[in-house]
């Protein structure tokens, strides 16, 4: 395939995908990613003063309009791209995400909300291909609520065979990581169980339930989604930075660098880069693994509200 042919593949929109989202949904959710019983997290496990863990929405791409679970294997075979070749799902790892909150979601959908996905970069080097795509929510009246950066890294894929780039739109770049002490630093702990409950948000790929396919991935036994680590980092920034409220935050992004287990302890590292956005303040992270001591989320990037407690 010639350069000038895959220079196509940016832009390409995909059809519109309905959404749809109860409240129990959001618990799940909040459960998968690390909520316990303490004070902090009970806003968004139960009823009184229940809110949407705003990270919430990255997992409705996996998701869908359905309740029920969802073949993996199918889904992966759903987002065709049109002269693309074809992708080995065991191949294919999440490398990136963010998540920029426009609006706080409301705690079950109803009808008409949908996914506006469209491709904003391909790039290849020796080692594979990256796609990036743009993911926008939005509600019956089309209004955004959450706009979403993804991007996929296909190990040994050829295309051009040549270094490659085009890109029209993607996240905000994390500042380098200071050599200095983190600002703020927040340990947590996954669970055993950690990726049965995550995955019953809508990522059922067997990679993290069945042992023997972790085991031929190389990763000796089943990891933790990478989007779960994800919201365990995004709660760490929320109850150090935000205060806890859930609106403080407006943008979280990460690379995936290092798989963790379920049963790992995570350190998320945080210091403040300076002002942000409409007020935010601008922040970078690293969340390690403190079984390995690598770091699993790296390149960290977040705008939230500061609270005044959070002391430096
Ligand atoms: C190719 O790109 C990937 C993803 O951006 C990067 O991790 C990797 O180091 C690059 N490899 C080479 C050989 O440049
Ligand atoms: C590709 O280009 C975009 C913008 O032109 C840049 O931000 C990005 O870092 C480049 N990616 C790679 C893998 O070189
Ligand atoms: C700042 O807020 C305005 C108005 O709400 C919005 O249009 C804009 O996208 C925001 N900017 C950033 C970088 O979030």
Known sequence: MSSADISKIVGYELKDRPVTWLKRDLILYALGVGAKETEDDLPFVYDPKFAAFPTYPVVLTFKGDSPELNLFAERMRGDKLPGFPPVDPNRIVHGSQSIEILKPLPLTSGDGWKWKTRYTGISENKSGVVLTTESVLADPQNVPYAKLYSSSFNLGMK???????????????????????????????????????????????????????????????????????????????????????????????????????????????IWEVGPGPNGTTEVTFVTKNLRTGKDALGGGIAYIVKSPSAKL
């Open 159 to 269: 295309i051009t065979g040549d270094k490659f780039n085009k890109t029209i739109a993607g996240p905000p770049q994390a500042k380098l990581t200071p050599k200095t002490k983190p600002d703020w630093v927040y340990e947590d702990q996954t669970s055993s169980s950690q990726a049965l409950v995550y995955r019953l948000s809508g990522d059922y790929n067997p990679l993290h339930i069945d042992p023997a396919i972790g085991q031929a991935a190389g990763f000796g036994g089943v990891i933790l989604h990478g989007l779960s680590t994800f919201g365990f980092a995004a709660r760490a920034l929320l109850k150090v930075v935000g205060g806890n409220k859930p609106d403080a935050l407006k943008l979280f992004g990460v690379r995936f660098t290092s798989p963790v287990k379920p049963g790992d302890a995570l350190q998320t590292q």
